[in-house]
């Protein structure tokens, strides 16, 4: 399974940007879609997450309904739209997926030593 993310960019603090993460490869549309972020000197968080057998979403608590994961097409790519966007929000995107979790997502603190596929991120910077 590989991803490409793509959408990444700087805006000014209030600004939108829509993140793309597409994946290719075996069974790839098998598996449930984490976003993570990872800001330098910081360890990666997770952001959204989409599961791709029931469409639930969980979304971190500091998103704070600010962002909205979406699955587009037959499950090819999943987007990441973020509104109210912060300078704290600073840091590179990544999608990533599973073995463990498969189709689900996690509840509480996502831990990104149990997935197994991920992409090279898409830096997004907030600045005024």
């Known amino acids: 399974v590989q991803f490409v993310e793509s959408g990444g960019g700087s805006v000014q603090p209030g600004g939108s940007l829509r993140l793309s993460c597409a994946a290719s490869?075996?069974?790839?549309?098998?598996?449930?879609i984490q976003w993570f972020r990872q800001a330098p000197g910081k360890e990666a968080a997770g952001v959204a997450c989409?599961?791709?057998?029931?469409?639930?979403?969980v979304y971190a608590d500091f998103t704070k309904g600010r962002f909205t994961i979406s699955r587009e097409g037959f499950r090819g790519t999943t987007a990441l739209q973020m509104n109210s966007l912060e300078p704290e929000d600073t840091a590179v995107y990544f999608c990533?997926?599973?073995?463990?979790?498969?189709?689900?997502?996690?509840?509480?603190?996502?831990?990104?030593?149990?997935?197994?596929?991920r992409g090279p991120g898409t830096q997004v910077t907030v600045s005024s």
């Open positions: 490869g075996p069974a790839s549309g098998s598996y449930g």
């Open positions: 990533a997926a599973s073995n463990f979790y498969v189709t689900m997502c996690p509840r509480g603190r996502v831990i990104l030593a149990r997935y197994d596929y």
């Open positions: 989409i599961d791709s057998d029931t469409g639930e979403t």
